[in-house]
């Protein structure tokens, strides 16, 4: 099952930078990994912003919630999920 999700980050103000610049690392490195997996099959930074534009390849909706919600920047994401399905023009 394809899924395009829009990841925008808000930090508070107050945050602790540290722990923010930890969490980010650990976050790359989870995304490098489930795109070595074949779960994570693209990954764009929106200019401007904080926030991306991924295309997933999981199992099921549970598979897709449960890597969502185990990003480490998950707390201080706003996610909007898009089902995907072939179009019938596409030619691959």
């Keep these: 099952m394809l899924f395009q999700v ?3 980050i808000h930090i508070p103000h107050d945050a602790d ?3 923010i610049r930890n969490l980010s690392a650990a976050e790359m ?3 490098q990994n ?3 997996q074949g779960k994570w099959l ?3 930074r929106v ?3 904080w926030a991306n534009i991924s295309i997933f ?3 099921s909706n549970d598979e897709l919630h449960e890597i969502l ?3 480490p920047l998950f707390p201080f994401m706003a996610l909007e999920v898009t089902p995907l399905s072939k179009h019938p023009a596409s030619i691959v």
Excluded: N, P
Aim: proline share 0%; hydrophobic share 40%.
């Design 6 to 8: 829009t990841m925008q």
């Design 42 to 44: 693209h990954l764009w």
């Design 29 to 31: 490195k989870l995304a």
């Design 34 to 36: 489930l795109q070595r």
């Design 57 to 59: 390849d999981v199992d």
């Design 47 to 49: 200019a401007g912003k």
């Design 17 to 19: 930078q540290e722990k």
């Design 69 to 71: 919600s185990t990003l």
